[in-house]
């Protein structure tokens, strides 16, 4: 058996580069980056062979690393042994991913070019880069390797996968949020989703000089967080929702004390006090779930200045309009809805299935009363994603919500386009002080070129 190196560590894990191309899993059936998968298997086995199983759990991924590049070396001399393609450094890294990581997938998620992984079952796998999609030549040894990783994945965010449990939502160690469904309701092998984010997240003058918005739309969601309006941001799946509202959090006071509810934690605050609630699954047996509703209803005896919700789907609806109507100004939370107008009818309808016998104008009033502003975010076929319109909860006339958009993009022509209106909460805004703020954000009725698209 080997033992533990000794001495500085020099073992990383690779960073992705240029000279690495004809070793990405993105090369063809020839490639040398293929000649290097089909060499994994045989060094994986023997490396297994030779670690001392209790010492490499001891031992850190860097460490561990070191220790299989001396293992790498002495094998290679091996008359039987493939020739190593590339360099020792890569291919332990490889066997690290076998070992504690996600596999062949590992070199994806390091990639920080890559948003989004798609395992299609045992040989589909897609990614994507700057907003567009494509198949990559990543594949897996057999069904039982792919519900290995599918497996490891699950355990180490304390979630389980199999017959009995076939669908899982985890988060791995970088934040990125993953989805897996097994057989038998995944026909061809597991499916696995990872979406990954910007590590750090981005700030809004960040979002508006890559173009998902005008830097008039930018300085306008600065105000009106500063200023504790109550904001709802809703999208479809995949359009930014999360990206935003964590951005939008980068304009609260560090002095206040934020409650943070999800499924899957993804939200990364740069405040000092926040508390990070996560909800938690049924086990096996089918008891021991914490649902979003409970959390929130636990949030609200924590006293918070704000509370957000990473997503709002069912009965916790009622209970997060609730909290932004009883004292927790400035609160936050993302719904899935196509248009503004979607987005009141949703809420509406969680709260009528929640509710019973509430009649609709009461609905609807506790609705109008407790939202200020609604920014709706789509992506386009071009893969950007883009603040599509920022819209004024302005109140009710007769049965009927009133909403004005404040700005908004027109994708016949491409522009952002600020109204000129004067919000309803202007009043409020100026109060606080930040009047001059506010009007320098809501530019000239008319129309701005997009930027960065």
């Not at 080997?2 to 004809?22: H, L, N, W, Y």
């Not at 008039?216 to 930014?240: C, D, Q």
Request: net charge negative.
């Amino acid at each position: 058996m080997v033992g533990p190196i000794r001495g500085r560590r020099s073992f990383q894990f690779p960073k992705r580069t240029e000279d690495d191309a004809e070793t990405s899993p993105q090369t063809t059936e020839e490639s040398p980056g293929n000649r290097f998968e089909t060499i994994v298997p045989w060094y994986h086995a023997r490396v297994l062979e030779g670690l001392d199983s209790q010492t490499a759990a001891t031992l850190d991924e860097a460490d561990l690393g070191n220790l299989i590049i001396s293992i790498l070396h002495r094998l290679e001399t091996a008359a039987d042994a493939p020739p190593i393609a590339g360099s020792h450094e890569m291919l332990a890294t490889r066997l690290v991913d076998e070992m504690r990581g996600l596999g062949p997938l590992g070199p994806l998620v390091r990639d920080p070019d890559v948003s989004d992984i798609m395992v299609n079952g045992l040989e589909s796998v897609y990614v994507e880069r700057g907003g567009r999609l494509s198949e990559v030549d990543v594949q897996f040894r057999d069904v039982d390797h792919l519900t290995h990783i599918a497996q490891r994945i699950a355990q180490n965010a304390g979630r389980r996968i199999d017959e009995l449990s076939p669908m899982c939502d985890a988060r791995l160690d970088d934040g990125s949020r993953v989805n897996i469904i097994a057989p038998p309701l995944a026909i061809d092998g597991a499916a696995i989703s990872i979406r990954r984010f910007r590590k750090g997240g981005f700030t809004i003058a960040e979002l508006a000089r890559l173009g998902a918005m005008h830097p008039g739309m930018a300085a306008f969601l600065e105000v009106v967080t500063k200023a504790r309006l109550n904001i709802v941001v809703s999208g479809g799946t995949g359009s930014g929702k999360t990206t935003l509202l964590n951005a939008l959090s980068g304009h609260i006071g560090f002095e206040e004390r934020v409650v943070t509810l999800e499924d899957a934690a993804e939200l990364s605050l740069m405040q000092p006090h926040v508390v990070r609630l996560e909800t938690r699954p049924p086990s096996s047996e089918g008891v021991g779930e914490i649902p979003m509703r409970d959390l929130l209803k636990n949030a609200l005896r924590m006293r918070p200045d704000r509370i957000i919700v990473g997503e709002v789907r069912g009965p916790e609806a009622l209970d997060a309009l609730q909290a932004m109507n009883t004292g927790h100004p400035g609160s936050m939370f993302t719904v899935h809805a196509n248009t503004p107008r979607d987005t009141l009818s949703r809420l509406e309808y969680l709260v009528m299935m929640e509710s019973g016998e509430m009649p609709l104008s009461a609905i609807r009033n506790q609705v109008v009363s407790a939202v200020d502003l609604i920014v709706q975010v789509a992506r386009f076929r071009d893969g950007v994603r883009r603040v599509t319109a920022i819209t004024d909860v302005a109140g009710l006339e007769g049965d009927v919500t009133v909403l004005e958009d404040v700005w908004s993009f027109d994708p016949t022509d491409g522009r952002f386009k600020s109204s000129g209106n004067r919000p309803s909460f202007t009043d409020r805004i100026e109060e606080l002080g930040f009047g001059d703020e506010l009007r320098a954000s809501l530019g000239r009725p008319g129309s701005a070129v997009a930027t960065g698209t």
